[in-house]
């Protein structure tokens, strides 16, 4: 079953039944060993500026759960790049329709995205806990 969302004047959810909706999963999946995901939590404190709507970030707190630590200092650069990404998506993207309902917003080259003093230097802790389900925790 495919559910597509249209756009137009009306928006519609339509249902689309495909040649191979009769085909059902026998059994389930079961891996030999569990997945294991990261966990965390971020805290922003921001500055908005009423009149124009501006947001200037104060300050940003992450505290992360990877798991064992291999490389500590690759982890902080991914997590300043999530950031990075983050603050973008929230702050500088948006979707754009014409006239007509089509989208003009739909390549990265009309995005502003986020440079150096648009994003904060991230407070960062670890907590790691191990996982019993993977090599080397």
Do not use: C
């Amino acid at each position: 079953m495919t559910y597509i969302l249209e756009m137009g004047d009306r928006r519609r959810l339509t249902k689309r039944v495909s040649a191979f909706s009769s085909h059902r999963p026998s059994g389930h999946y079961d891996p030999a060993m569990p997945s294991t995901h990261p966990n965390g939590s971020h805290v922003v404190t921001v500055e908005v500026d009423v009149e124009t709507g501006k947001v200037h970030i104060l300050r940003y707190i992450a505290v992360e759960d990877s798991g064992h630590l291999i490389n500590p200092l690759l982890v902080k650069g991914q997590i300043q790049g999530g950031v990075a990404q983050g603050i973008g998506s929230a702050l500088y993207e948006r979707l754009v329709l014409g006239d007509d309902n089509r989208v003009l917003t739909g390549t990265l080259v009309d995005y502003v995205t986020p440079a150096g003093p648009e994003v904060p230097e991230v407070e960062m802790a670890h907590y790691e806990s191990p996982s019993p389900h993977t090599l080397g925790g």
